[in-house]
C-alpha cells in the first residue's frame, strides 16, 4: 500500500474577489464601473464563473439589486441597477423605449436617455466633423441553448447606431499584406438596442473592433495583444445620462477610461479627455 502520509492536497486556486467602483448611488439606484469579462449575473455560459456584477454589487452595498440593461461580458464601463422593482420596472421601460421621460412632455429632449460608447477599431474611418449613422438592419442574434425554441425566420431588425471619428493613428508595422497598422478611436451613440449592435455595426463598416473574437480581423487581433501586451474588447460604455425615475432630476454617470485604455492612448499619442 502506497504511503499516503506526506501526500498534500492541493486545493483549486480561488481568485481574489473583486471590488466594483461605483459611480453613483442614491436611495433607488446605484452604478457602477463594470471590468470587462465580468457577467452581469448567472446564465447558462458562466458554469465556471465564481463572481457576477449582480451579486459582487449585492454583498458590497448590502442592498439587493435588481439590474436595468445588460453589458456583455467583454465590454467594460458603466452598468446601472435599481434598489427596487418598482424603480427597476420604469427604468426597464425606458431602456426598452430609448426615453427616460416617464410620461414627462416628450417634446422636451432633456428626458431622452442617451448612452455613449467608445471603441478602437481597425483601420482608419473616414472622418467629418459631424456625426455619421449606420442605419443597417441586424438579424436576431439567438443563443443556442436560450432560444433554442425562437424562430430563426424572423426577417432582420432595424438598427441604427450614430458615430464620430475621434481620433486616428498608424503604427509603422507591417501586417499581412499591409505595410502598417491603422487604427481609430471612435464615439457610438446606439439608438436602438440590438444584441451586438455596435460590434456588427463596426464590422459591417469593415472597421471592426479590437479585440472582438466573434466579428473582428484575426490579424489584428493577435497583433495587439503583442504589441501592447494585454487581451479583451476595446468596447467601453463611457456614458449613462436619463432622467432619474423618482426625483425627475437629470442624471449623468461617467466610466473614466482604465489603465489598459490609458497604455494604448500613450502607445498612440493620444490625449483622449475623459
Known amino acids: 500500500m502506497a504511503d499516503l502520509t506526506n501526500t498534500i ?13 461605483i ?13 470587462a469579462g465580468l457577467f452581469v449575473h448567472r446564465s447558462f455560459m458562466d458554469k465556471d464563473e465564481i463572481y457576477f456584477a449582480l451579486q459582487l454589487v449585492r454583498d458590497q452595498i448590502g442592498k439587493y439589486v435588481y439590474p436595468v ?5 467583454p465590454t467594460s464601463g458603466v452598468l446601472l441597477f435599481a434598489l427596487s422593482k418598482e424603480v427597476a420596472q ?42 455619421e449613422l449606420i442605419d443597417y438592419p441586424l438579424k436576431e442574434k439567438l443563443d443556442k441553448l ?8 424572423k426577417a432582420p431588425q432595424s438598427a441604427q447606431t450614430y458615430y464620430q471619428v475621434i481620433k486616428q493613428a498608424s ?8 505595410d502598417s497598422v491603422r487604427y481609430s478611436l471612435v464615439k457610438l451613440l446606439p439608438i436602438t438596442g440590438r444584441r451586438h449592435q455596435i460590434r456588427r ?10 479585440g472582438d473574437i466573434n466579428y473582428g480581423d484575426n490579424k489584428q487581433n493577435p497583433f495587439f495583444i503583442q504589441h501592447f501586451g494585454f487581451k479583451r474588447l476595446m ?11 423618482i426625483t425627475n432630476n437629470k442624471v449623468i454617470i461617467t466610466a473614466e477610461f482604465d489603465q489598459q485604455w490609458q497604455h494604448v492612448f500613450t502607445e498612440l499619442d493620444w490625449l483622449v479627455d475623459d
Open 69 to 73: 440593461h445588460r453589458l456583455d461580458r
Open 201 to 210: 455595426h463596426l464590422a459591417h463598416l469593415r472597421n471592426p473592433i479590437i
Open 171 to 178: 503604427l509603422p508595422i507591417a501586417l499581412g499584406k499591409f
Open 235 to 245: 468596447l467601453i460604455a463611457k456614458s449613462l445620462s436619463f432622467t432619474h425615475p
Open 9 to 21: 492536497e492541493i486545493q483549486p486556486t480561488i481568485p481574489e474577489k473583486p471590488i466594483l467602483t
Open 90 to 131: 420604469k427604468l426597464n421601460e425606458a431602456f426598452a423605449n430609448k426615453s427616460s421621460s416617464y410620461g414627462a412632455d416628450e417634446k422636451n429632449s432633456d428626458t431622452d436617455l442617451c448612452k455613449s460608447y467608445y471603441a478602437l477599431v481597425r483601420g482608419h474611418l473616414p472622418t467629418t466633423k459631424q456625426t
Open 146 to 153: 436560450g432560444d433554442k425554441n425562437v424562430s430563426r425566420d
Open 23 to 35: 459611480l453613483y448611488q442614491d436611495e433607488y439606484l446605484v452604478a457602477i464601473d463594470k471590468p
